[in-house]
């Protein structure tokens, strides 16, 4: 089990050795959880198809600006982001993929700046 700033670390470690080619086979196959990422296209939102032998895939989609009411009442315009989770219920909970976007959302909306590349 990783937490999310393991997983940033790690995952920070593994784009700069793509960036460089110094990825090795085993850096990229036998995954159990699979990010996809549209966004950097444009795409403001997609369902991702989960690869076999994964356990859950997360489909991120651009930000894009929407109008949000404030506590006060008060209309602002806000960035939003589509994520969507696919999980195989075989091999994970549905309460833990609500938890894990729970904390996901959390920590974009309190500190985005820890997932940095």
Request: aromatic content about 6%.
């Amino acid at each position: 089990r990783t937490d999310l700033y393991s997983l940033s670390r790690t995952w920070a470690d593994l784009v700069k050795r793509a960036r460089s080619k110094q990825l090795q086979p085993e850096d990229y196959s036998g995954g159990t959880f699979t990010l996809s990422n549209l966004g950097m296209f444009g795409v403001d939102r997609f369902s991702a198809v989960l690869p076999p032998d994964t356990g859950a895939i997360l489909a991120v989609a651009a930000s894009r600006p929407v109008v949000a009411v404030t506590g006060g009442n008060a209309m602002t315009i806000q960035r939003q982001m589509q994520v969507n989770l696919t999980a195989d219920h075989r091999v994970i909970y549905g309460a833990h993929a609500a938890a894990f976007l729970k904390d996901l959302a959390k920590l974009l909306e309190t500190r985005p700046e820890s997932l940095a590349l």
